[in-house]
């Protein structure tokens, strides 16, 4: 999820687009002329995104984001895909091998 998130952020601001925040997790907030108008483009493509305010969309990233989810929501914004390094605050970080509940499947499966 953090690295879609990520890599979501440097197209964006390879693009010219500004993020407003340095770090995050899952969610990244753009800073756009237009939320309301980007919001309902995006809508129309099929994703839920939000107007935070007149000038800012929250995008979020979940575990099933796949490559072109990305590039469609970039385009949304009229940028490409790019690579984007890491924006977790170092703080909340820690060695994989710390973690005792480390994931072993690509996904948590929806149940029904």
């Known amino acids: 999820m953090h690295q879609r998130?990520?890599?979501?952020?440097?197209?964006?601001e390879a693009a010219g687009?500004?993020?407003k925040h340095?770090?995050?997790?899952?969610?990244v907030?753009?800073?756009?002329?237009?939320?309301p108008e980007v919001v309902a483009k995006l809508a129309h493509a099929g994703y839920?995104?939000?107007?935070?305010?007149d000038t800012?969309?929250?995008v979020s990233f979940g575990e099933d984001t796949t490559d072109a989810d990305v590039e469609a929501l970039l385009a949304g914004f009229g940028a490409t895909p790019a690579e984007g390094e890491?924006?977790?605050?170092?703080a909340l970080t820690r060695p994989p091998?710390?973690?005792?509940?480390?994931?072993?499947?690509?996904?948590?499966p929806r149940r029904r």
């Open 97 to 108: 091998s710390s973690s005792p509940t480390r994931r072993s499947t690509a996904f948590t």
């Open 56 to 58: 800012t969309v929250g």
């Open 22 to 27: 340095a770090e995050f997790f899952d969610t």
């Open 17 to 19: 687009v500004a993020v």
């Open 48 to 53: 839920l995104v939000r107007a935070i305010d």
């Open 29 to 35: 907030a753009v800073e756009v002329a237009g939320a």
């Open 5 to 12: 998130a990520a890599d979501f952020a440097a197209a964006l």
């Open 86 to 90: 890491a924006r977790i605050p170092e």
